[in-house]
């Protein structure tokens, strides 16, 4: 019986133990020797079960945006307390509030309505087109199109099967923009905020051998470090980077902070790099 519990997830509907042949006995002796675990009166799992998923079930919610988009693995900048997604006529979901010396913090975030796609009454986690669906209304921009980026780029949705949906404005919006060539989140960021500039930026380009970050212009190379340059990679991106001025290109190289932290500095070395010609083939 454990085993058809873990093969769901860890956590099961009583319900459906009934329909794979197992009897109210059987739960119950499960229950009594600890090979099961009562969340709630309609649901069990084994002891170590995700807590997620444990939660999720206690409260009656699925898990959804930020909070299972990070669980996908998919690119999130940012998340604080976990969202969840109940339905709009739902009265059993409660946020609880955490004291603080300064103010009321909320211990998570309760999406309410209509879900794009229908849940399964027996769900804990959201499919992948309704969590894109709120992340686009919950949070910026910015941060919203990287996670959707993430998801184009490792092909867990489709672009024309999600403009097929019935999208709320925001996603409209995020998906109008969103590309499959970003190679992480922080180049996503990147186009939106030079589009102003009105000259040519070719994400994830091919130059002698290797993809460069950006292509600005004809010449001027933008380059991202992640968390992975270092060691041999670092040292074949610097040897690169020497290949390419060799070449008569020139070439930014920035890090992750610096994107997030102070882009006004980053959009200053690109500013100035392209009022001196330097995106220009000579």
Known sequence: MTEA???VGGVIPQSDLYARGYSKHDIA????DGRLIRIRRSWLAVPDADPYLVAAARAGVVITCITQALRLGLWVLAADVPHVAAPSHSGGVRVERA?????MKPTA???WGKAVVPRHPSALV?????VLCLIAQCQPFESALAVW???LRRRDVD????ARLALPGPAKAVLASASPFSDSGLETFVVPRLRWMKVRIIPQAWLYGHRVDFLIGDRLVLQIDGATHVGLQ???DIAHDAALMLRGFHVIRVGYGQVIDDWPHVQDLIMRAIAQGLHRAA
């Open 5 to 7: 519990v873990r093969v």
């Open 29 to 32: 002796r499960g229950v009594a």
């Open 99 to 103: 004291e603080s010396t300064s103010d």
């Open 109 to 111: 975030v309760v999406h």
């Open 126 to 130: 959201d499919p992948i087109e309704n």
């Open 149 to 151: 980026e993430s998801a």
């Open 159 to 162: 672009a024309l099967a999600l």
């Open 234 to 236: 670092r040292e074949q």
